[in-house]
């Protein structure tokens, strides 16, 4: 009987989760594993990205850290301001992150971190790439799972390998057939919320010496206002200032099932920010018309399940989480790899064990990717508050921590030590090897 390293992959999406996760079941000795991916390349590039430890920790596992971290920005502080005063609020030195979990905090580009998970997947003859091949349906669950792949020229094929891993994003196909076969339903939900994603080069912000000071620093400034918030950082070695606007939604709500992204309108933009300070206003006139992207903000209620027989997903296909924590493609990592080390504990081949194996990776992950999207909906709904008591107790708790005393949690999540202990400090891998044995033992 062929081991275990023999069995056939499908992996569908080539993502932050199906990169890791052809990358993790590679360098955990598997062989044959085929990544289907709908676009004709690696797909949106264009932000900036959060690289907190927990997800450094497993770059570096990867055998990718080295080249991300010699061009992204390390984070040694965080200002949170009022948006229409530019009054700081608050003031989070965040420089002992390296410290204390390892690794640093750090900000990149999207492009340095697909590219490098993408480079280093090419140096695995495991792992082979087919671009313009779109899944259009399972045509099989198991034993031997079987899909459809529709090629760039519209053709239809059937593939059958032993197991399918879905990282199809958060309009996954696959998520909705499975909930559809097993007849459950997991409710897409509105936020309301949708974000603006820009970029501005250094050379458009050399003729305003404040913005340039903000390229040229390691702060995250976040500016808050009523159901508003700009969160700008320093990218590619303080070549880039990447800026993420929350607000509410106005133009998908028109097609609440179809669209996620859409070329935005700057004029648009302004008039929601306009009464914000005029240091946030100018950051914004210096975005070229023709680059700003909005991006709908979804999330779904917890699937009753992420597996079906021997097909799983991973990532935002299962638990899409809002950008408020910078956790969403971290997440999506810690599944590919955790994955990729349950898999490899497998004793055989049979689709039994394949099918209670992706179980295990499930319940190993599904408690900290649902306590983590819940924290990220609660971190975005205290950061818009608009005028009234909740956002004056807020800033009150804000006030104090200047002068370092803690007088409730700290309301930006996202800097809170506690949570940040919680998400930095965990390795999942040393979780999953502690804990499957017993997980696998209550699944017998
Ligand atoms: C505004 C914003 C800011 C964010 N900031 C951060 C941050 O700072 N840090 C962080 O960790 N996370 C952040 N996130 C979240 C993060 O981007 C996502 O969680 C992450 O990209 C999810 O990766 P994924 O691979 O699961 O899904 P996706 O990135 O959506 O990838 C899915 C892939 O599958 C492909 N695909 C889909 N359907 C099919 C099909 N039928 N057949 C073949 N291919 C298919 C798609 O083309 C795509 O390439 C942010 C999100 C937003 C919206």
Not at 4 to 16: D, H, N, V
Not at 19 to 31: I, V
Request: hydrophobic share 40%.
């Amino acid at each position: 009987m062929a081991g275990i390293k023999e069995l056939k992959f499908a992996i569908i999406g080539s993502g932050m989760a199906g990169l890791s996760t052809a990358l993790s079941l590679a360098t955990n000795g598997f062989k044959n594993i085929a990544v289907y991916e709908m676009a004709v390349d690696l797909g949106f590039f264009g932000a900036g990205i959060q690289i907190a430890p927990n997800m450094a920790r497993l770059l570096d596992r990867l055998g990718v850290w080295r080249d991300i971290e010699a061009e992204a920005v390390e984070l040694t502080e965080s200002s949170i301001r009022q948006g229409s005063t530019d009054h700081e609020l608050a003031h989070v030195n965040t420089s002992t992150i390296r410290d204390t979990y390892g690794y640093p905090h750090m900000v990149g580009h999207r492009a340095s971190l697909v590219s490098a998970l993408y480079n280093r997947c090419r140096q695995e003859s495991s792992i082979s790439f087919h671009f313009s091949s779109t899944i259009s349906r399972v045509l099989s669950w198991g034993p031997k799972p079987k899909i459809e792949v529709e090629d760039a020229f519209g053709k239809s094929h059937e593939h059958e390998v032993d197991v399918v891993l879905a990282c199809d994003g958060i309009k996954s196909v696959v998520r909705a057939e499975m909930l559809d076969t097993l007849k459950v339903t997991a409710e897409v939900e509105d936020t309301g919320q949708a974000a603006y994603r820009i970029m501005l080069t250094r050379d458009k912000l050399q003729h305003d010496p404040e913005l340039l000071q903000l390229v040229d620093g390691q702060c995250a400034t976040r500016w808050v206002g009523d159901g508003r918030l700009i969160v700008a950082y320093p990218i590619s070695d303080n070549n880039i200032y990447n800026i993420v606007t929350i607000q509410p939604d106005t133009h998908f709500s028109e097609a609440p099932s179809a669209a996620y992204t859409t070329r935005g309108s700057k004029v648009q933009m302004l008039r929601v920010f306009s009464d914000f300070c005029p240091r946030a206003r100018r950051l914004l006139q210096t975005v070229s018309d023709d680059t700003v992207c909005e991006w709908k903000l979804r999330v779904h209620s917890a699937l009753p399940t992420w597996t079906h027989e021997q097909i799983a997903l991973v990532g935002d296909a299962c638990h899409p989480t809002l950008p408020h924590l910078g956790q969403g493609a971290a997440q999506a990592m810690e599944d590919a790899c955790v994955l990729g080390f349950v898999l490899s504990m497998m004793p055989d081949t049979s689709p039994h064990t394949i099918g209670k194996f992706l179980k295990v990776y499930e319940n190993l992950r599904r408690e900290r990717t649902h306590r983590l999207a819940g924290l990220a909906f609660a971190a975005g709904q205290s950061l818009l508050l608009g005028e009234g008591q909740e956002k004056d107790e807020r800033d009150k708790i804000f006030a104090a921590s200047k002068d370092g005393r803690k007088v409730g949690p700290f309301p930006d999540r996202w800097a809170d030590a506690d949570i940040q202990k919680m998400i930095y400090g965990f390795d999942c891998l040393t979780d999953a090897y502690h804990k499957y044995q017993d997980i696998l033992n209550a699944l017998d």
